[in-house]
């Protein structure tokens, strides 16, 4: 049907003629979409004008006008929509008349059958309920003048947006609060197999409630993709409606075929997932609109009293605060500082996200932005140092979310991992799931972050539980497929080859325990040596069952038990039973490299520390440029009480952050021919921020820390004192425990903890206090997980008794705590 055509139907003012009208434009196929929104808005325009022309001369009413609001007056009319409208008039009738005069529009709608929400007031009658009412002074927002007195209209329009201007210190929080509670009620859309397009969170409510806050001037939405994602909600909403003949706006299961054909859509996984990618739009546009909002508001009350306190002058510079290189706090955001130059630092997306999760900090929409524009992009194999902040994002917990979804919205995480493309809002179908497959891995990775301290590599398991879902994008067995995508997938990002093996065999087998434990008969010893030869060693045992539970609840409340982990336990007992057959040798001891040996002996001859220190590189880039991963900083000294906590504090306090450590005794002969224990240390750091201090600097805070006269805690003490770190995440406790046959020559004490300023100088100090020799010490931190073993013996030079081992644990633990 063309527009003429229309017009020419809607010129009978009747019922019957506008019902006739209606229902042509509503089966016309040509225009769906906005077209169709606007042309029904439109006739409903023309009819309603013509009942208020008739109405007005019947009832000899003036200063009157029809005014259409909410979905209405924004002229998008869906099929089965309601007609909200206010009859506005100016008192100078009386009430008898301008009763006469809404029954005469009213009572033709409802004959109709039309769903309609109306109310008479006076410009002052309505002024006063939207200061009332929120949802009132929200849809008073969107008026629009259908007929009548349009300078009417004007006016009030005029004083109901001044008034949501003057109020919006009171109203916008007010507002915030209706939405969280909306959401609370209805769910999350993205994620929901039976959305609700219009109430669940990312739906339409919330589109509306950022127009209202654009109105208010306070703030508004980024408005790239927004009005698109409107777009696809309001066209899945008029499909439904068209499809089931209702005025519903919940997409259930029973319709979703129908709907998706409606709308030229392959079938009801298409539909949802288009749905999904508008409504995670909306939301993201929800967070950011209101994390301004917020800012603003506390910005201004703040504003007048630091006037006060400054006299009158200007208002002090926003504090920045250094999180990382690059990478700063500004104003309860992450930001770049201004040296940051993202077109030559490759790394610096995943540094800024890895220091806004672990502060538990939001990241700047406009830094995202800036970052997807301009960062260079990472180099495959990525960088050791890009490696570590994946892992150490994957490993902040929940606050790992907001930043994730932050970098979705802007392409970066697909541009770091193409494969997630696949999963992107990918639906699933069993009701046991919560999330769609793509947060549904973020989330085993929040899940599993939690369970870190149970692993002797939490960076593998936090990346497998990244990954295990990885093939649901594919035909297949998602575990098959997944297996091959995770392989590349680690390859990429950098792991060696064994590790790259372990992550493919942890994604091939993550419903391993859960399945065979529940449905397999564990006496039987052939199931558990199948267990034992799909998982190959007592490590990877160790990370498929943390996997396995991180799985389990980041699924669903239905998929976790205390029965079920108590099944998977019992199985995981027996499987690793089968694993330690093979037992435990030392390590043969490594020989020390010639700068190490010749490092050694210069300490040997003049009995001081000697340093050496290199910056590492990786093969050069596109530009001929090495990539720096970091600094190898060598230490030799005599063997001497108290190395490792000094060593360890000194760097410390020159920020630098220790990424892996060796620590060993070498013996070498003197020139009286005794053999002297000479200490080797082995570092490799990053600066924190700022540049590399020097050589000469380090040794000699080194001297003054071993001879007593720098004392390093009430240092460290002293920076934290005057510049607080943010608390950040909350991270799973310590963990100090004794290997089980760890080696025969010394004990082995592991401890498992949160990476921070000072933590192995604190470890260091309390095996010093407890009168332990350390034999050797390897050091890794992986993400935000330091994974420790140090190799001590007593002062005979024996391993410890399993009692004084066990109390020794107990005391780190506490010194830790």
Not at 70 to 79: A, C, M
Not at 485 to 513: C, E, K, N, P, S
Not at 518 to 528: I, N
Not at 590 to 612: K, N
Request: hydrophobic share 45%; glycine share 6%; with cysteine.
């Amino acid at each position: 049907m063309t527009s003429t055509e229309v017009t020419t139907e809607s010129e009978d003012s009747g019922p019957s003629g506008y019902a006739a009208a209606r229902l042509r434009l509503l089966q016309e196929k040509a225009q769906p979409g906005p077209p169709r929104r606007a042309a029904l808005a439109s006739l409903t325009d023309d009819w309603l004008t013509a009942l208020f022309a008739t109405a007005t001369e019947q009832t000899g009413v003036r200063g009157a006008a029809l005014v259409a609001v909410g979905g209405y007056g924004r002229g998008e009319l869906s099929p089965r929509s309601d007609l909200d409208l206010v009859l506005l008039h100016d008192g100078s009738a009386d009430a008898g008349a301008i009763a006469s005069l809404a029954d005469r529009i009213w009572y033709p709608v409802w004959d109709l059958g039309l769903a309609l929400d109306h109310s008479v007031r006076t410009p002052g009658e309505a002024r006063k309920t939207a200061a009332e009412d929120l949802k009132v002074q929200l849809g008073l927002l969107d008026a629009r003048p259908v007929a009548g007195d349009r300078g009417l209209v004007a006016a009030m329009r005029t004083t109901i947006l001044a008034d949501w201007r003057n109020q919006a210190p009171k109203r916008l929080p007010a507002l915030d609060e209706l939405c969280r509670e909306r959401a609370e009620r209805q769910g999350e859309l993205q994620f929901l197999l039976e959305p609700d397009l219009k109430e669940a969170r990312g739906g339409l409510r919330d589109a509306t409630a950022l127009r209202a806050v654009a109105a208010s001037w306070v703030a508004d939405a980024p408005r790239e993709g927004l009005a698109e994602a409107r777009r696809v909600l309001l066209d899945a909403r008029d499909a439904l409606h068209l499809t089931t003949g209702r005025a519903t706006d919940r997409l259930a299961l029973q319709e979703q075929d129908q709907v998706a054909t409606a709308l030229g859509l392959l079938d009801a996984d298409a539909l949802l997932r288009q749905v999904y990618e508008a409504a995670r739009t909306v939301s993201y546009a929800t967070d950011v609109t209101w994390r301004e909002v917020h800012r603003v508001l506390r910005a201004r009350s703040v504003r007048p009293r630091l006037r006060a306190m400054l006299g009158g002058g200007k208002t002090a510079a926003t504090e920045r605060t250094p999180l990382a290189e690059g990478v700063v706090e500004a104003d309860g955001e992450v930001v770049l500082a201004r040296t940051a130059r993202p077109e030559r630092d490759a790394v610096l997306v995943l540094r800024a996200a890895a220091a806004a999760a672990q502060s538990e900090l939001p990241i700047s929409r406009h830094v995202v932005r800036h970052l997807a524009a301009a960062a260079r992009p990472l180099p495959v194999p990525w960088p050791a140092e890009a490696r570590e902040e994946l892992v150490t994002l994957l490993g902040a917990g929940e606050a790992t979310i907001p930043v994730w979804e932050a970098l979705e919205a802007e392409g970066l995480i697909t541009r770091l991992l193409p494969d997630w493309e696949r999963v992107h809002c990918r639906p699933q179908r069993n009701p046991v799931h919560t999330w769609t497959v793509d947060r549904h891995l973020v989330e085993a990775a929040v899940r599993a972050s939690s369970l870190t301290r149970r692993v002797g590599r939490p960076d593998l398991l936090l990346v497998a539980a990244l990954l295990h879902d990885i093939g649901k994008g594919w035909p297949g067995d998602h575990s098959v497929a997944g297996e091959v995508i995770a392989r590349d997938v680690a390859a990429r990002i950098g792991f060696d080859q064994h590790d790259v093996g372990v992550i493919a065999t942890l994604v091939r087998h993550h419903l391993l325990l859960v399945e065979t434990a529940t449905r397999r008969d564990l006496d039987d010893p052939a199931t558990v040596r199948s267990v034992a030869t799909a998982v190959g060693s007592a490590s990877t045992l160790e990370l498929l069952h943390a996997l396995t539970e991180a799985d389990a609840l980041a699924t669903g409340p239905a998929a976790w038990s205390t029965w079920r982990a108590s099944l998977v336990a019992d199985l995981v007992t027996r499987v690793a039973a089968v694993l330690a057959g093979e037992a435990t040798a030392d390590p043969e001891p490594v020989e020390p490299s010639a700068e190490q040996e010749r490092l050694a002996i210069e300490a040997l001859r003049t009995g001081e520390p000697v340093l050496a220190l290199h910056a590492q590189a990786e093969t050069p880039n596109e530009d001929g440029e090495p990539e720096p991963i970091g600094v190898e900083l060598l230490i030799a000294l005599p063997d001497r009480p108290g190395v490792l906590p000094a060593a360890a504090g000194v760097l410390a306090l020159h920020r630098l952050t220790v990424r892996a450590a060796d620590l060993r005794a070498v013996e070498l002969p003197t020139e009286l021919g005794e053999c002297v224990d000479v200490l080797l240390l082995s570092w490799r750091v990053a600066v924190e921020y700022g540049s590399l201090p020097q050589a000469a600097r380090l040794r000699a805070d080194l001297v003054r820390a071993l001879d007593g006269s720098l004392d390093i805690p009430a240092r460290l003490a002293e920076r934290e004192a005057a510049y607080p770190r943010r608390r950040g995440v909350k991270a799973p406790p310590p963990r100090v425990t004794v290997a089980a046959a760890g080696s025969r020559l010394a004990t082995v004490i592991e401890v498992r903890a949160q990476d921070a300023p000072g933590l192995l100088h604190r470890i260091g100090r309390a095996l010093e206090q407890s009168a332990v020799r350390v034999r050797s010490a390897h050091v890794s931190t992986l993400g935000a997980n330091a994974v420790d073993a140090f190799y001590v013996t007593g002062a005979d030079g024996e391993p410890l008794s399993d009692a004084r081992a066990t109390e020794l644990a107990r005391e780190v633990e506490r010194a830790l705590g």
